[in-house]
């Protein structure tokens, strides 16, 4: 079983940054591939951004490109969302993903206010 356990949310003004973190309580982390989601008021989840095991791939959506980074650190079981020139479209809860098929696992989530 894989605990994931988000931080870093709160409420900016546009234009603001916000780093996002996730630590995870896992054996052996870099065996994930690992994913930070969002859900925004009235939609649908979707994928922000993920990272390959080693954390020499990347992929974002792209609404955040140029904007959001996403990192990991393997020897903290932890991965980083940074987040910056944020804008009030970005206001979502951000759910951290861990996944090695077939297992996934997320967090509890974390709220992010962008307000304008």
């Known amino acids: 079983q894989v605990q994931l356990v988000e931080s870093g949310g709160g409420l900016v003004q546009a234009g603001g940054s916000l780093r996002l973190s996730c630590a995870a309580s896992v054996t052996i982390f870099s065996r994930y591939l690992m994913g930070w989601y969002r859900r925004a008021p009235g939609k649908q989840r979707e994928l922000v951004a993920n990272i390959a ?60 206010i962008v307000s304008s």
Request: aromatic letters at 14%.
């Open 53 to 112: 095991r080693s954390g020499g791939s990347t992929n974002y959506v792209d609404s955040v490109k140029g904007r959001f980074t996403i990192s990991r650190d393997n020897a903290k079981n932890t991965v980083y969302l940074q987040m910056n020139s944020l804008n009030p479209e970005d206001t979502a809860v951000y759910y951290c993903n861990a996944y090695d098929n077939p297992q996934s696992y997320w967090g509890q989530g974390t709220q992010v």
